[in-house]
C-alpha cells in the first residue's frame, strides 16, 4: 500500500477520554503499516503521559499553553461600553491569526501531497479553516457523541459551519448520520470505534466469577448511582453477587455516600482508576452502564469483545449498535431501576441465557475489531482522495 | 393453575394478552408484579400459542396468588377475543389492558387508578411511550397537559389517539353499553376506542407516562399490526374504520366524522402510502379500487383542503382513480423520475396535472413549487468575475423550454446584489463592484411570466466546489454556512479595515432607514405660489401624452405641425423619465411633478394633453386647455359605466370643466364624448392629428421604422395588439402561451410585431423570443407600427379604429368575448359590425393568417366601417386643429 500522510487534531493529545483512546489504537495501527503519522494538538496537559506512541511526532499548537476562549461580538459590546470584552475579542482574534499561520506552516511539511486530515473533536476547526480550500488536504471530521448530545452542546454551531464543508463528516452510528444527512449534509458517514481488547472467554468461567462490573468516569451522566440502587433492590436474590465500580471522578463522593446508605460495602466496591481494563473484564461476569447519554461507549464495545454479556441503558442510537437485545445483552429504558434490577436477575440466574450471550456477544463484535475498522479507514481514504484531480 | 383462594375482589383488573410473546412476556408479567400499588389482580389471556409463552406464564405466575391464565384452545388470530375473555373473567371495578410484549412504568397503575376515583371519569387515559423514539404518543396534541372531566364532543382532537392500551375504564361503564372488542376484526382497537370515546359521559387525561409500546425495528418477526404489504391487511384496517363510521352515524354523530376522517389520512392513510412503492402489482390492482369506494362513502373532498401538500394530492388522487398520476405522484415525492411531465402551472399556481381532474379541481393538486435540483459546474472564480455552468433539473416538469434562469448573488446585510448573464447556462457574474461581507446565491425562476425566488440551498446542488482566490486587498470564497445557505464571500485583509468597512455598514443602514420627504416642503410650497403669480406667456406651449410616457399620439402630431408652422412658439414637452425622452433638439423637457414643470405650467397660455392634467396646477383665466383624447370610445367609460362611484364622476368633473377644446375623430365619437365625460365645452370634430400619418403615408417613415426593426424588404408584417384585462389578474399567462403557440406556428417568413400593454411587456422582456417575433411595445410611436403592418390582430382595442383608415385587414381574436361584454361593456356591437372575422380561438386566427384569402369576404364590411369612423381623417387634421385653437 502506498504510504500515507495522516494527520490527527486533537483538542488536548494526553488527555484520557476515550476519543484520545481510538486515536492512539489508529495511530498505532497506521504507524505499523508504515504510514507517515503526524498528531497536531491544540493544547496539552500539563505533565501527563499519553497513551501515543512516543515514537509519533507531537506538534502543540499553543505551546504557552494559551486557551483560546469563546468568541465574542465586537459591535453589541461596544455598544454597551463593555470595552474590556472588546479587547480581549480583539486579542483573541489576533491569536487565532498567529495561530492559523503556525498550522498553515505546519502542513507546508507536506508539499502538494495528499494529506489526510482526521479531526477528532470539532473545536480544532476553527484552526483549519483555510485548509478546506487546499486540494491536497483532505480534511475528515468526526463527532464522538450522538446527535442529540451534539444538538444541546455549543459544538452544533460549530459542526454546522465547519463540517458540512469537510471530505467527509463521521458519526459512530447510523441513526445519527441520517439525522445530520436530513439537516442538508451530504458527506455524513458511519465509523465505529475499535477495540482495544479482544478476547474469547470461556463463558462458565466467566459467570462464575459472580461480578457484575462498570468501567468509566464517575460523573453524574454515566448513572453509576442507578447501578447501585438496581443492585440493591436484588441484592437479597442473588446473594453471591458483588458489583465493581471502576474509574474516578467527581461523582466518587457521591456513590459512597450511596454505599454507606444502603450498607453494601461487602458487596459493592468503589474500585478507583484501572490500568488494565483487560483484566477487569477476566475477572468480571456481566458490564453494566447506567448513562443518561453516550455516542458509542468504548466499555460497551471491549466488553462484548471480551464475550461479556452487558446489561445498559437505551440511552443513545449507539447502544443498540453494540448491543443485540435479547442476543448478546439486555436494555433497559434511562433512569428505571427496577427495570435494570429485574434484568440482572435474569441474566445472573440463568446460565443458558448468559452462556448464550457470552457466544453471541463475541461473535457480533467482530466488528469492532481493530483491523476490520483499520480496512475500513482505508476505503475510506481511498473514497476521498479519489476525487483529488 | 389458577389460585381458588376467596379474597375480596381486587379494585383494579390488568388483562394481559399473549400470543407468540416467549421473549417479552415475562418483562411484562414483572412490570405488573412490581407495580407500586399492590392491590391488582391480573388476567392472562394466552391466545394459543405456539412458543414457549404458554409455559413461561405458568412458571411466573405459579408463586403469585394474585395472577390468573385462560389459555384458549384455539387461535383467536387478534387481539379481540383475548381482551374479552380477560374482561369475561373478571369482576373489579376497574379495567386495564396490556399486550404481551409491551410493559407498564412502575406506578401505572397507581397514578391511573388515583386518577379514574379522583375524576369518577368512564375512562382516564395516560402518555405512551415508544421504545424506538422513547417519544410520547402524541402529546403535542393530546398528552401536553391534564385534562379532567371532558367529553369527547367538546375535544374531538382526542380521537387521533385510538389505543385502547393506555386507558383505565369503569367496568359499569364498558357494561352499562356492552362495549366489548368486536371478535373477527383486525384493528379492533380503532372501533373499540372510537366508540368507547363517543359513548363515555367524561373522559380526562393524565400527563403522566404509563405505558412502554415496543418497537422493534429489524423485527425478523413482525407483529400482527406490521404486516401491511397483505392486501388483507388493508381491508381490515378500512372494514374497521367502516364500522366505526356507522357506528358514528348511528349513534348521532356524524358531525365529528371529519374529525375521525382526518386521523385516517393523517394515521393509516399515510402508513399504507410509504409502502406503495414496494408493493406489487397485484396489491396495486386491489388496493386502488378500495381506497376509491372507501374515500367516496363518508368523506367529503373538501376534507382533503386543509391537509399537507402530499397528503392532500395523494388523497385526491386516490379519490379520482387517476392511478397513474398517483404513482408518478409516489415517484415524485421520492424523487424518482415520472412518467409523465406532470408538474404545470394554470397562470394563479402550479399544480400536479392529472387528466382526470376538472380544471375548477384543480386546487386539490396545487403544489408550493416545483422541485428542482441544480447542478454547478467548472466553478471558475477570480478577484473580479465567478463563472460556472448551471444546469437546472426541474422534476417532471411540462413545458420547461419556457422556463427561464436568472441568478442572483445577493449580500441582504448592505442590500446589495449581483446578477449573473445568462449564456445557454453558463452564469458568469461581474464582481469588481463586489463589497465585502456575504453574498448569497438566488434563483429566480421564470415559467411564462410568473416567477418564484428561491434561496439556493447546499442540498438543491448536487455537488459543491470550495474554491479561494486570494487577491491583494481581498480573499474571495466560496462556502456553505451553518443555515445551509450557498455563499461568496469577501474578505478583506486587513482586520483594521474590516472594522471600518462594518461601521461604514452600520452607518449606511441608518442612513436608509431615515424618511425621505421633500415633496411637500414649506419651500416648495412657497415657490408654487410665487409661480402662480407670475403673468402668462402667450406662445409657451405645454405638450404632454400619456402621462408623460410617451413622445407620441395626438399632442406629438400637433407639435410637430405647429414646428412646421414657423411660428415662434416655445414649446415645453412633460415627461416620466427626461433623460429618456426621444426627442432632440432646443425643446424644453421637464421632468412631470417637479417644481420645474409646475412653473412652466402655470405660465403656459397652451395645455395640449391626450389624458387629464387638470390637477396638476390651477388653471388660469387666459390659459387654454386642448384636450385630444386618445381614441375612439369603444370601451364604456365615464359616466356611461355601469359601476361609476360618485368618487369618480367627481373626480372626472374636475378634469372636464378645465378643457376649452375637445377633439373628436367622427361624429359617433362625438355624441359619446359629450354625454360620457358631460362636456359642454367646444368640440373640434376634425378626425385625428395622429392619423394624418397614415394618410400621407410617408416613405421616410415606413423606411426608419422597417430599419429599426431590421425587416427586411418583401417580409409580409403582422401586429398584434391585445388588450390588457384588467379584471383577471393572470390573464397575462394566456396571452403569453398564445404569443408562444404564435411563434412556433407562424413561419419566419413572416415578421410579427407584438404590441402590449406596458404591464404585459415587462414581462416578456426577459424571453427569449425567436427572431419573427419583436417586442414592439415600447416602441415610441405606435401610428408608425400601423404604417409598416399589412395586417392587425386585436380584440377590443380602439387601435382598430385607426388601423380602418389605412383599409388593410383586421382580425379580432376574442377568445373571452362574453366575459369582456360582461365586466366592460361597449359602445360598439362587435359582433354585428365587425370589419373582419372574429375567431373564438387561436387556431381560427392562424388559419387566416396562412390563407389570408379568406380575409376578402370581409372587404366590404371594412369599407363601410372605415366611412364611418375613419370618413373625416384625410390628413389635414393637425392642420385643422390649429387654425382653430392657435389664433
Known sequence: MQKKNIVFVLNEFNGHGGAQRVASILVDDFVADGHNVKILSINEQLNQPSYFNDQVEVTVLHEDNYRAPMEKALFPNLKSLKFNVVSKELKRRAQLKKSRAKVEKFFDQFGEEMVYVIVIQVWGMQWLENLLYKKNIKIIGQSHESFEAAFNSHRFKRIQKYYIQTAKFLLLTEKDADRFKQLGFNNVGVMHNPTTYRKQQDARQLWENKTFVSIGRLIEDKGNDLLIEAFNKVKDQLPDWKLDIYGDGEDYKHLKLLIDIYDLHDRVFLKGRTENALEVYEQASILLLGSKAEGLPMTLIEAQSCSLPCISTDCAPGIKEIISEYETGLLATVGDADQFSRHMVRLAKDFTKFEAYSTNAYMESQKFERNYIKQQWYSLFDEVGAHHE | ?887
Not at chain 2, 433539473?393 to 441582504?412: H, I, P
Not at chain 2, 404632454?544 to 415645453?572: A, C, R, T, V, W
Open chain 2, 1 to 887: 393453575m389458577s389460585n381458588i383462594e376467596q379474597k375480596k375482589t381486587p379494585e383494579l383488573t390488568v388483562v394481559v394478552i399473549a400470543y407468540n410473546n416467549e421473549l417479552y412476556v415475562e418483562e411484562a408479567l414483572e412490570s405488573l408484579y412490581y407495580q407500586t400499588f399492590k392491590d391488582i389482580e391480573v388476567v392472562v389471556v394466552n391466545d394459543n400459542s405456539t412458543d414457549r409463552t404458554g409455559e413461561l406464564i405458568e412458571a411466573y405466575i405459579a408463586d403469585k396468588p394474585n395472577f390468573r391464565v385462560v389459555h384458549l384452545e384455539t387461535n383467536s388470530g387478534g387481539c379481540s377475543v383475548p381482551r374479552n375473555t380477560g374482561i369475561f373473567n373478571s369482576e373489579s371495578q376497574y379495567v386495564m389492558f396490556l399486550d404481551g410484549d409491551d410493559w407498564y412504568t412502575a406506578n401505572a397503575c397507581e397514578v391511573m387508578l388515583n386518577a379514574a376515583k379522583r375524576t369518577g371519569s368512564d375512562i382516564v387515559a395516560g402518555q405512551v411511550i415508544r421504545t424506538n423514539t422513547y417519544e410520547t404518543w402524541y402529546k403535542r396534541q393530546i398528552y401536553s397537559v391534564e385534562r379532567t372531566n371532558f367529553n369527547i364532543r367538546e375535544f374531538p382532537e382526542m380521537i387521533f389517539d385510538s389505543l385502547s392500551v393506555n386507558k383505565i375504564y369503569k367496568r359499569e361503564f364498558l357494561e352499562r353499553n356492552n362495549l366489548r372488542f368486536q371478535e373477527g376484526l383486525h384493528y379492533e382497537d380503532v372501533l373499540f376506542t372510537g366508540q368507547a370515546y363517543f359513548l363515555a359521559n367524561t373522559i380526562s387525561i393524565i400527563p403522566v407516562p404509563i405505558y412502554y409500546w415496543r418497537v422493534v425495528e429489524n423485527a425478523k418477526v413482525k407483529s400482527i399490526t406490521n404486516q401491511r404489504q397483505d392486501i388483507k391487511n388493508f381491508i381490515n384496517r378500512i372494514n374497521s374504520h367502516r364500522f366505526l363510521d356507522n357506528f358514528m352515524i348511528e349513534s348521532g354523530n356524524s358531525i365529528y366524522l371529519s374529525y375521525k376522517n382526518n386521523k385516517f389520512f393523517r394515521h393509516d392513510l399515510r402508513l399504507y402510502v410509504n409502502d406503495y412503492l414496494d408493493v406489487d402489482d397485484e396489491y396495486k390492482a386491489q388496493f386502488h379500487p378500495l381506497i376509491q369506494d372507501y374515500l367516496h362513502e363518508n368523506i367529503n373532498k373538501y376534507e382533503f383542503i386543509k391537509l399537507a401538500e402530499d397528503l392532500r394530492i395523494i388523497c385526491y388522487l386516490l379519490y379520482i382513480g387517476d392511478r397513474e398520476a398517483f404513482q408518478d405522484y409516489m415517484y415524485y415525492l421520492h424523487d424518482l423520475p415520472t412518467k409523465k411531465a406532470r408538474i404545470t402551472h394554470n397562470g394563479e399556481f402550479y399544480y400536479f396535472k392529472s387528466d382526470m381532474v376538472p380544471a375548477v379541481d384543480q386546487r386539490f393538486l396545487k403544489v408550493a413549487s416545483p422541485k428542482f435540483e441544480i447542478g454547478i459546474e467548472d466553478l471558475y472564480l477570480t478577484e473580479d468575475k465567478l463563472v460556472f455552468n448551471s444546469m437546472v433539473d426541474l422534476k417532471s416538469f411540462a413545458d420547461y423550454e419556457v422556463v427561464l434562469y436568472k441568478w442572483e448573488l445577493r449580500n441582504k446585510a448592505i442590500q446589495h446584489s449581483i446578477f449573473g448573464k445568462n449564456h445557454n447556462g453558463r452564469i458568469e457574474f461581474d464582481l469588481s463592484d463586489m463589497l465585502p461581507g456575504n453574498y448569497y446565491f438566488y434563483l429566480t425562476i421564470n415559467f411564462l411570466g410568473s416567477e418564484k425566488r428561491v434561496l439556493v440551498k447546499f442540498d438543491m446542488v448536487n455537488q459543491m466546489e470550495y474554491i479561494k482566490v486570494e487577491g491583494h486587498k481581498n480573499d474571495i470564497s466560496t462556502f456553505v454556512n451553518e443555515k445551509n445557505m450557498i455563499g461568496l464571500n469577501n474578505q478583506l485583509h486587513s482586520e483594521v479595515g474590516d472594522l471600518v468597512w462594518k461601521m461604514r455598514k452600520r452607518v449606511r443602514k441608518f442612513r436608509n432607514n431615515r424618511v425621505k420627504n421633500t415633496k411637500n416642503s414649506f419651500s416648495t410650497r412657497l415657490l408654487k405660489s410665487f409661480f402662480y403669480k407670475l403673468s402668462v406667456k402667450n406662445n409657451w406651449v405645454l405638450f404632454e401624452s400619456q402621462m408623460g410616457k410617451q413622445f407620441s399620439d395626438n399632442p406629438k402630431y400637433i407639435f410637430e405641425e405647429l414646428q412646421n408652422s414657423n411660428q415662434n412658439y416655445k414649446m415645453i414637452w412633460s415627461c416620466e423619465n427626461v433623460n429618456e425622452f426621444p426627442l432632440d433638439g432646443n425643446i424644453t423637457k421637464v421632468k412631470r411633478g417637479s417644481l420645474k414643470h409646475y412653473y412652466y405650467m402655470t405660465r403656459s397660455k397652451y395645455w395640449v394633453d391626450n389624458q387629464g392634467i387638470g390637477h396638476l396646477a390651477p388653471k388660469k383665466k387666459g390659459q387654454v386647455y386642448l384636450q385630444t383624447w386618445h381614441g375612439t370610445p369603444l370601451k364604456k367609460m365615464g359616466a356611461d359605466k355601469d359601476n361609476a362611484t360618485p368618487e369618480e364622476m367627481k373626480k372626472l368633473k374636475s378634469q372636464t370643466k378645465k378643457w376649452d377644446y375637445f377633439i373628436s375623430p367622427n361624429p359617433y365619437s362625438t355624441k359619446i364624448f359629450k354625454r360620457a365625460f358631460k362636456y359642454t365645452g367646444k368640440v373640434l370634430e376634425t378626425g385625428y392629428p395622429r392619423n394624418d400619418l397614415l394618410v400621407q403615408q410617408p416613405e421616410a417613415i415606413k423606411k426608419k421604422a422597417r430599419s429599426y426593426f431590421n425587416i427586411p424588404d418583401g417580409k409580409k408584417v403582422i401586429l398584434y395588439a391585445p388588450t390588457f384585462r384588467d379584471w383577471n389578474q393572470n390573464s397575462y399567462f394566456d396571452t403569453l402561451r398564445d404569443i408562444n403557440r404564435m411563434s412556433k406556428e407562424i413561419g419566419d417568413d413572416t415578421i410579427v410585431l407584438l404590441r402590449l400593454h406596458y404591464l404585459l411587456a415587462s414581462k416578456i422582456d426577459d424571453i427569449q423570443l425567436p427572431g419573427h417575433m419583436i417586442n414592439a411595445s415600447s416602441y415610441s410611436d405606435v401610428q408608425e407600427l400601423y404604417l409598416i403592418s399589412d395586417m392587425l390582430i386585436t380584440d377590443y382595442s380602439s387601435v382598430m379604429f385607426d388601423y380602418a383608415v389605412l383599409k388593410r385587414p383586421i382580425i379580432f381574436y376574442c377568445y373571452d368575448l362574453e366575459e369582456y361584454l360582461y365586466y366592460r361593456g361597449t359602445y360598439f356591437d362587435l359582433k354585428e359590425d365587425s370589419p373582419g372575422p372574429i375567431c373564438s380561438n387561436l387556431e381560427e386566427v392562424l388559419d387566416f393568417i396562412r390563407r389570408p384569402e379568406q380575409l376578402e369576404a370581409y372587404k366590404e364590411k371594412l369599407e363601410q366601417f372605415s366611412k364611418k369612423y375613419c370618413g373625416l381623417e384625410d390628413g389635414q387634421a393637425s392642420k385643422r386643429v390649429i387654425k382653430q385653437v392657435f389664433k
